[in-house]
Nanobody, 124 residues
Framework: QVQLVESGGGLVQAGGSLRLSCAAS????????MGWFRQAPGKGREFVAA????????YYADSVKGRFTISRDDTRNTLYLQMNSLKAEDTAVYSC?????????????????WGQGTQVTVSS
């Protein structure tokens, strides 16, 4: 049974840092791209970052580029999102996802497995 579980969310002050983890179980995703998405109150789901199957290529939304870093550790079947210089507008529920292919895609329809999400709140 496939399961993705995010952790590491919480309350942080603007300018602070947080690291999110996404632990996968039930299946290995070493051949798949993976990504992070977020949804703020009153807004649709937004692409944040993605990484290809090998971890060699990362793609970021303009809103987080230079501040966030996505990485993966396939020996632990875990995806990470290091978030630095956090802003109030980063407040959202962050979800990890597994792509249907090995690419670092930003398209929601290219993902077929999703975690439940973890809340990140940035105070201003």
């Amino acid at each position: 049974q496939v399961q993705l579980v995010e952790s590491g969310g919480g309350l942080v002050q603007a300018g602070g840092s947080l690291r999110l983890s996404c632990a996968a179980s039930g299946r290995t995703f070493s051949a798949r791209g993976m990504g992070w998405f977020r949804q703020a109150p009153g807004k649709g789901r937004e692409f944040v970052a993605a990484i290809n199957w090998s971890g060699a290529i990362a793609y970021y939304a303009d809103s987080v580029k230079g501040r966030f870093t996505i990485s993966r550790d396939d020996t632990r079947n875990t995806l990470y999102l290091q978030m630095n210089s956090l802003k109030a507008e980063d407040t959202a529920v962050y979800s990890c996802a597994v792509a249907k292919t090995g690419w670092e895609t930003s398209a929601l329809y290219e993902y077929d497995y999703w975690g439940q999400g973890t809340q990140v709140t940035v105070s201003s």
